[in-house]
């Protein structure tokens, strides 16, 4: 085993489970590769990765499977491929259908999905796709890239279940050639670009789409043929995530963070109103906001007080922290913030003695609203962004 592998290896080690920290890994040849899984008719040739054969309805996968990787806060993705071998019904350099990262939050990181247009990933629920499609799918562009989702439920290689995508006008995928993806993520900006040039970007919150375990899932790629086919072939992959770090440091001995919400305002000055959300049983809470007490010992009542703030800059964590549980536990606040612009935004936060709920409050302009992205919130679909 090479120094670089067992320096991936520690760093995953040393890094799942703890707040602000990284983890990593990283291919250059797939002979012999540990930690990867192949599924459906993936297979290492050369010490490359071969993920469909130039056959007609053929499918495969390859998955990062030693650890759930984060992806919820920052992450870069990268992968060389090349597609070659074209042929199938229609023109003899037809070829198809292309290559898929995929993100997944299932039982097994090997999960398979759809042949032909499914392109190895539609039909995986609590999934997101970033497709790199040499078809054209109801008029998404000859080739194209497209984020794809459906949330929780099963993806779809559809245009009714893409989230943002643009047209690969000067790019030829199937050329035989090697190319390389760049898939950059800063919650909430999606940078995708093909050969060092940025082709897609786009805001998307991965937390508010898909059901996380703490932040983390598993990753992949996958590729399928149909009528038409192609060799689909991996000759790189590599991966490097980031859990922001919360500055918070419980009074005795350290507590669990749980980071499930997520608000976006539009002010610095903020107002948040604190209160009992369940029957008034004597819960005590102080709140920290990036690393400071800013609310000591309030005990919480069903009327609640109101709290004035001035965030600090564009990421901003609020935690609540519990000394007791009340009568009925667990101690659970109702917290509503408002920044006087988008009016008042209410939220349940529920702590214990060993784990402290928590707030992401994101601070953008205003005018960053009308940037030149596209965007949605959690449910409804952007129009599709097609240049």
């Not at 917290?335 to 209410?346: L, N, P, Q, T």
Request: proline share 2%.
């Amino acid at each position: 085993m090479d120094m670089r592998k067992i320096l991936t290896y520690l760093i995953l080690f040393f890094s799942f489970g703890a707040i602000g920290q990284s983890s990593s890994f990283e291919y250059t040849k797939f002979k012999n590769a540990e930690d990867i899984m192949l599924s459906s008719d993936a297979k290492e040739e050369k010490q490359k990765i071969q993920l469909t054969p130039a056959q007609a309805n053929r499918r495969g996968g390859l998955w990062f499977s030693k650890q759930k990787m984060f992806v919820s806060d920052t992450f870069e993705a990268t992968f060389c491929f090349r597609i070659y071998k074209n042929g199938g019904e229609g023109p003899s350099d037809e070829g198809g259908e292309g290559i898929a990262f995929v993100i997944h939050n299932n039982e097994i990181p090997g999960k398979n999905g759809r042949k032909q247009e499914g392109m190895g990933y539609s039909g995986i629920d609590n999934s997101l796709a970033i497709e790199f499609d040499t078809q054209d799918t109801e008029d998404m562009g000859k080739q194209h890239v497209s984020v794809q989702t459906n949330g929780v439920l099963a993806n779809s290689f559809k245009k009714a279940s893409s989230y943002a995508a643009m047209k690969l006008d000067g790019f030829d995928l199937k050329d035989g050639k090697e190319h390389t993806a760049n898939i950059h993520y800063n919650n909430p900006f999606l940078t995708i670009s093909l050969d060092g040039f940025e082709i897609l970007k786009c805001q998307i919150d991965i937390t508010e789409q898909l059901n996380l375990d703490e932040g983390r899932a598993w990753v992949g790629l996958t590729a399928s043929t149909g009528k038409t086919y192609s060799v689909h072939e991996i000759n790189c992959f590599s991966m490097t995530s980031q859990e922001k770090h919360i500055p918070y440091e419980a009074e005795s001995g350290g507590r669990s963070l749980k980071r499930t919400k997520r608000l976006v305002v539009h002010s610095k000055n903020i107002r948040i109103r604190l209160w009992d959300i369940n029957q008034e049983d004597g819960d005590i809470v102080s709140v920290n906001l990036n690393g400071e007490w800013v609310i000591d010992h309030f005990v919480l009542t069903n009327e609640g007080n109101y709290f004035n703030f001035e965030l600090d800059g564009q990421m901003n964590y609020l935690v609540l922290h519990a000394h007791n549980l009340g009568e009925i536990p667990p101690n659970t606040a109702g917290i509503a913030v408002s920044d006087g612009v988008g009016g008042e935004k209410e939220f349940t936060l529920r702590s214990n003695l060993y784990l402290s709920d928590s707030l992401l409050i994101e601070y953008h302009k205003k005018e960053d609203d009308d940037l030149d992205i596209t965007r949605k919130s959690g449910k409804g679909k952007p129009d599709m962004k097609i240049d």
